[in-house]
């Protein structure tokens, strides 16, 4: 069984601005502590001094290392294409129009307060 400062959470450093580093291992045993069912994570916070938002950030941080897979090569697989489209798409062959009305016809037919760019295009494509 550990002793009381063995399972108090250490402080490596304190910044000029009063932010605390704190060992590796003292962070990963009260997230271990914090894992175990039934135990609350508030709690555990307060007996620590430490925030109980840091120990949660803390602990998310440590299950989403946990829960990557084991990293791997990129794996490339080739794509074969048999046969040809039904139709050959060409865009020398087609002309689109896009027809905008004017920001006056908008302003009148539109609701009060609506923007010109949410008014309806019309847009014919010819081939």
Known sequence: MMSDDDQKLRVRLVGRNGRRRYEAASKERLVAA?????????????????NANLLRKWIKKHSATRSLPPSSRPAFIPVQLEGK???????????????????????????????????????????
């Open 85 to 127: 489209s039904e139709r050959d798409l060409s865009r020398k062959d087609s002309v689109a129009t896009v027809d905008l009305p004017a920001y006056d016809e908008v302003r009148g037919s539109e609701p009060k307060g609506t923007p010109a760019f949410c008014s309806p295009a019309k847009v014919s494509v010819q081939r």
């Open 34 to 50: 914090c894992l175990e069912p039934g135990v609350s994570v508030s709690r555990l916070a307060l007996e620590h001094g430490v």
